[in-house]
Each structure stands twice: as structure tokens, then as C-alpha cells.
């Protein structure tokens, strides 16, 4: 057997694991007892043990020196595994271990804090994940910037200093853009009763309507939506709150992109480390576009309308025109995964900036809760009122994803380029739309993105797709005109 087919069929086994732990990881979101948080933990930890040592077992070191590649696909994935054997061997096992076993712990300790309000409960255990995230970007960086070092775990080649350029540049446009569209008269809201069993069926409905394959994912409920696994078992979970059917239906539309990205991925590349979205940065400009180009599109949402009707009777909005309206409503919430395209990214601009902070020892995490709650009233006129709504609220730093959250706003960007060159491609585009037809707009993403898996960078990605240059200012435009639009401003 040559070194490459040994490398490739010893990653294969890697990858298999890691699935498996992160099937441990959705049932603890989804299924699992309180009572096993302890022991899962550990579970947890013993499986990291065993993954971090393949990851960084000398063979792999011998292999990549000798392996020889013949196509684009094996030249990629000997660039994965080189990278991921020289990021891993950076970590001790002990820490992986660590991170591993105190993540997991803190995650139902979270779900529990945010439950019940109580976030000087909390801080220890996030005291504990902060310390060792910041202990692994000092082992990553080798003298570097610790934050970066994390950060390139989720969109590698990117740095702080470029996320920061990034939002200087959106930032005066959005709050211009969102001045404007909060002195207009509000757009209508929509109210009423809405039975869980309605919505999470509505929900399933919708969700196939986006391609999503239930012979190879589910849906399930949890405290924070989120999607898992990749090849032929990627699953969902959603949340559900019976004054607001909106929530749990785009909670479900971005979860699907997420999950519609893996499970279209190239079969070939099943079980390798190609068979996963490349970064966050593209993964979420697939849930973005998705849930915002697509299903909140006015075209959409004129179908979406009756369906809504079909199944929880006549709404409190007058038509098809204003439920547009409401779905895309512009409110100064508090809540990331629940806000609007215009205020969304302020959101992240806010975590970006403390999380760096934090991770550089320039912010204490006792200062983290009054960091925040001032820089919200500052960006959204409004002052945070409990914790659930404020720090607690996301579960990224209880499980340590620091340097996770600029992705999302990395993949508004993205998913605004994507939508310029697909409105190109497909002009008639809202008229399919309109119909519930999304078979056009999904061929051309599966096709131009998601097929590829991770066989190119992530900036290539995008511009491979779209057949140019990546910029903010597809995103800022799409912004301007909708908004503007709607609320007739």
C-alpha cells in the first residue's frame, strides 16, 4: 500500500470518530439526562485523548513526507491533514483533554444559568473555558497573536485585524441604514397563538422545501438551534415559542443551509476530511442566504404566507404584502439568532470586539457582563434587562468558540456576493420564488459551492463561485435597496 492510500485510510478512521464525538455532542443538546453532565463530560474528554493522539501520531508525519498526489482532490486533502497534523501537535494532550471535558461540563451549566437568570453561578465554570481557550491560542500562536490562532480554527488565513477592516467598513453604512428604517412607521408584527405541534410541522414542511433529506438528517429541539454531523447523517435542531411561529421557521431555514451544505457534498468525499464545509465563514454564508436572501425575500414570502394560513388560519396581518413587512420587521432586539438583517451584524461587531478583548487579557471576565450591556445600549438604544438576554444568551463562549462569531457576519458577506451572481444566472429568480419553487436557487448553490466540500480555501471558494473578487458591498446593497424598499424610505 502506498503512503498516500495508508495516510488516506487511517484519516478515514479519524473522521469516523469525530463524528462519533459529535454525535455525543448532539445528544447532550438534545436527549441527554441532566443528571449524565458529569459523566459525559468525561466521555467527552476520553474520546478527545484518543483523537487528538491519532491527530498527532508521528505515522501521519512519515506519510505526508512520502505521500504523492496525482489529482486536485488528493493534493487537497494532503493540505488539510498537513494542517490540521501541525495545528494539533501545537496543543498538549492534556489540555485537548481538558478543553474537552470542562466545555462539555459548562455547557449544561450555561443551559441551566440562562434558564434561570443566573449568571454569578456561571462565571466560574467561563472563567475555567476562557483560561484554557487562552492557554490553547498561546500553545497555537508560538508567539503570535492568541486570538488569531483561534480564530484561524474557523476561517483559516483570516486575522483579527482584517475581521476589524471588515467591520469599519460596514459599520457606517448599517447604522446609517438602520437610522432610516427605525424613523419610518414600524412595519406590522405578527401575533397571535400558534400551537407547537403546527410550527414544528410547518417547520418539517419547510424544511424538505429546502432540500433537506430527513432519510439522512432529523429534527429536533433544543436550547440553542444549531446543525451536526456531515455525510449521510446530518441532523438539525430547532426551538419553539407559540407567540412567535417566525422563530422557530427561520431557525429552521438557517439550520437547514447548514445541514443542505453537508449533506450535498460529493459523495466521494465521504469521510474524509474534504467531506465537510471548508470554514464557518462559508458555512454560514450558505444558512444566511438560505434564511435571508431566499426565504425572507418578499417573493418567498408571498408563498410562505399561505401556507402560514393553511395552517394556524387567518393571521393578524392584513395580506401577502404585509406579512413581507413582518417578517422582515426591524426591531432593536435582543436576542442574535432572532434579529434582523440590519441589525445582525451589529450583534457580532459587539462580540467580535469583547471576546478579542477578553482572550487578550484586555478586558476581565468580571468586567465582561457591564462591557456588554453598555456597548448594547450604545449600538441598540436599548438596556439589556437580564442576562438570558445579554451574555448568557449564546452558547459559543460556554463551550469555548472564541473566534467563531466574526464568521457569521464573514458569511453575510459571502452569502452577498453569492446572491449578486445568482440574481445574474437566474432572473427570473422572484418568480420561481413566489411559487415556493427553490429548485433553481439550490442546484446553482449546490453546484457552485457545496458540492466541493472542502477541496479549496475558503476566499477561493466564494470567488470560484461567484467568478470574482470577495467584498462587503454586495451585502451592503442588497441591504440598502430591501430595507429601504419595505419600509419605504
Sequence with gaps: MSALAELLAFQRETEALAQVMGRLGWDQETMMPRGAADQRGDEMAALESVLHARRTDPKLGDWLAKAQATTEAESAQLRLISRSYDRTRKVPARLAAEIARVTSVAQGKWAEARKTEDLAGFLPVLGQVVALRQEEGAALADGGDAYDALLDGYEPDLTGDEIASLFKAMRPRIVALRERVMAAPPAPELTGHFPKAAQLALSAEIAQAFGYDLARGRIDEAVHPFSSGSFNDVRITTRVDETDPLGA?????????????EQNIDQSHGLTVLGQGVSMGVHESQSRIY??????SPAFCHWLYGRMVDRFGPLSVAGPDDFARAVNRVASGFI???????????????RFDLERALMRGDLALGDLEAAWND??????GVAVDRPSHGMLQDVHWPVGL?????????????AGCLH???RADLPALDDDLSRGDLSGALLWLKTRVQTHGGLRPPRQTIEHAIGGPVGEGPLLDYLE????????V
Excluded at 291 to 296: G, H, P, S, Y
Excluded at 402 to 414: A, H, K, Q
Design 375 to 380: 456597548r448594547f445600549l450604545s449600538d441598540f
Design 249 to 261: 421557521l427561520y431557525s429552521t431555514i438557517h439550520e437547514v443551509g447548514h445541514a443542505g451544505y
Design 481 to 488: 435597496a430591501k430595507f429601504l424598499s419595505l419600509y419605504k
Design 291 to 296: 434564511e435571508n436572501q431566499l426565504a425572507r
Design 420 to 422: 449578486a451572481a445568482l
Design 336 to 350: 442574535r439568532t432572532e434579529a434582523d438583517e440590519v441589525h445582525y451584524n451589529l450583534h457580532i461587531m459587539l
Design 402 to 414: 472564541f473566534g467563531y462569531f466574526p464568521t457569521y457576519s464573514l458569511g453575510n458577506v459571502y
